[in-house]
């Protein structure tokens, strides 16, 4: 079974533009999960989505968002980029039943802003 | 507040010695506790979990876990380190306590660099 995949795997942007990143998780996965990487604050969850909805916030500011489609495949979006966004940006997937489940990640997105 | 600390930034070990990679958790009520390794650019590859049962928790590439519930531990080991073991290795913990069940993300400590020498 194909793992979870993301793309882009790197992305240069410049401060003020935005970025949507791509996910897609484990065939059967219903969740999706989004954290950011830096090595200031280690990894920080930003948000999960089950079956297109949102079930679960981090303590990010609104400029990030996201969306799962019907096919649980899922998109991040980050408006204004700020130079503090740079950070490799992992997404998991699970199941989306119960708090045993394994999460799955991908091998991220890394995104420089300059 | 759900929490995990990883005590050490870094482990030395040489090949061939036990390695034990150290985790402390607090929880309110059960812990479901998960241990990764993140290689060089690589996202984070799942090792193994505790959930219930069992104290001692084996997972991937040899890797093992005492779960100890009076010392609030997870501890990660293996008998006889490689140097391919080199790597990032994170514990995380499943914050059930402010959204409930399966809605809970998880919480990672701050990891810790492994470094098997030859």
């Known amino acids: 079974k194909a793992g979870v995949t993301q793309t882009p795997r790197y992305l240069i942007k410049t401060r003020g533009q935005q970025v949507t990143l791509s996910c897609s998780p484990i065939?059967?996965?219903?969740?999706v999960s989004w954290y950011q990487q830096t090595p200031g604050q280690g990894l920080q969850f930003l948000f999960e989505?089950?079956?297109?909805?949102?079930?679960n916030k981090g303590n990010f500011p609104g400029r990030f968002s996201g969306r799962q489609f019907s096919n649980s495949r899922s998109e991040m979006n980050v408006s204004t980029l700020e130079l503090g966004d740079s950070a490799l940006y992992l997404c998991?997937?699970?199941?989306?039943?119960?708090?045993?489940?394994?999460?799955?990640f991908g091998p991220g997105t890394r995104l420089l802003v300059l | 507040a759900q929490s995990v600390a990883q005590p050490e930034d870094q482990v030395n070990v040489a090949e061939g010695n036990p390695l034990t990679v150290k985790c402390t958790y607090s929880?309110?009520?059960?812990?479901?506790l998960f241990w990764y390794v993140q290689y060089p650019n690589r996202g984070l590859q799942f090792l193994l979990k505790?959930?219930?049962?069992?104290?001692l928790v084996k997972g991937s590439y040899g890797f093992e876990a005492e779960f100890n519930k009076s010392q609030t531990s997870f501890h990660l080991k293996k008998p006889s380190a490689l140097v391919s073991d080199s790597a990032l290795y994170f514990c995380?913990?499943?914050?059930?306590?402010?959204?409930?069940?399966?809605?809970?993300?998880?919480?990672f400590g701050k990891g810790t660099k492994l470094s098997v020498k030859p």
């Open positions: 998991a997937s699970r199941l989306g039943g119960g708090p045993q489940e394994t999460q799955y």
């Open positions: 065939s059967g996965h219903r969740s």
């Open positions: 989505y089950f079956s297109e909805t949102q079930r």
């Open positions: 929880v309110s009520g059960n812990p479901y």
């Open positions: 505790y959930i219930t049962g069992d104290n």
């Open positions: 995380a913990v499943r914050d059930i306590m402010n959204y409930g069940g399966s809605q809970g993300n998880l919480i």
